[in-house]
């Protein structure tokens, strides 16, 4: 009888326990290269991060360039970062492209789609918001006009909470 009585009430406090934060899985952890010095998600906790997965033979991903470059300097002042991972096999190719743009966030390179695979990225470009504490809060598939919209207010929303301290409470 005690058994049963213990066993129901762990349950019952862990249940309890459990907090609206925890219903966002943790982001996978990554290392890679970019063009300066290798980058880590891990590095980047306390701020809200846009992961952008691109290739350069990808026509919607370079249409996505200008929109993160024009985010990173909008948000520039609040804790953001972007960090578009090129998945091309010739890391020529994403270099002749980035030297096209004014790039003012890290490109880093995953040639083997290691990390990729890691976020079961299913299409063209692929992106991510992860949270301050590292949790995977959306994800998006693709890039048009409407998604723009759909993104930018998710950064403001996310990024208003972060300034309110809400960050544990969304």
Same mark, same amino acid.
């Given at each position: 009888? &005690?058994?049963?009585? %213990?066993? *129901?009430?762990?349950?019952? /406090?862990?249940?309890?326990?459990?907090? @609206?934060?925890?219903?966002?899985?943790?982001?996978?952890?990554?290392?890679?290269?970019?063009?300066?010095?290798?980058?880590?998600?891990?590095?980047?906790?306390?701020?809200?991060?846009?992961?952008?997965?691109?290739?350069?033979?990808?026509?919607?991903?370079?249409?996505?360039?200008?929109?993160?470059?024009?985010?990173?300097?909008?948000? &520039?002042?609040?804790? %953001?970062? *972007?960090?578009?991972?090129? /998945?091309?096999?010739?890391?020529?190719? @994403?270099?002749?492209?980035?030297?096209?743009?004014?790039?003012?966030?890290?490109?880093?390179?995953?040639?083997?789609?290691?990390?990729?695979?890691?976020?079961?990225?299913?299409?063209?470009?692929?992106?991510?918001?992860?949270?301050?504490?590292?949790?995977?809060?959306?994800?998006?598939?693709?890039?048009?006009?409407?998604?723009?919209?759909?993104?930018?207010?998710?950064?403001?929303?996310?990024?208003?909470?972060?300034?309110?301290?809400?960050?544990?409470?969304?």
């Amino acid at each position: 009888m &005690k058994t049963a009585a %213990f066993s *129901i009430l762990f349950f019952i /406090l862990l249940a309890l326990s459990k907090t @609206a934060s925890s219903d966002y899985p943790i982001a996978p952890e990554f290392k890679l290269p970019t063009q300066d010095t290798p980058i880590r998600l891990s590095s980047l906790r306390g701020k809200l991060v846009y992961v952008d997965f691109w290739a350069s033979w990808c026509r919607p991903c370079k249409k996505s360039f200008p929109w993160m470059i024009g985010m990173k300097e909008k948000f &520039k002042d609040m804790p %953001f970062e *972007i960090v578009a991972i090129n /998945l091309d096999t010739d890391k020529n190719l @994403a270099e002749q492209f980035i030297k096209s743009q004014a790039i003012n966030f890290p490109v880093a390179f995953d040639p083997e789609a290691k990390v990729a695979e890691m976020y079961g990225v299913e299409g063209m470009p692929s992106s991510y918001l992860v949270d301050p504490q590292g949790r995977l809060r959306i994800r998006y598939t693709g890039f048009w006009n409407k998604s723009k919209n759909e993104k930018e207010a998710a950064i403001k929303d996310l990024l208003q909470k972060m300034k309110t301290n809400q960050t544990t409470l969304f």
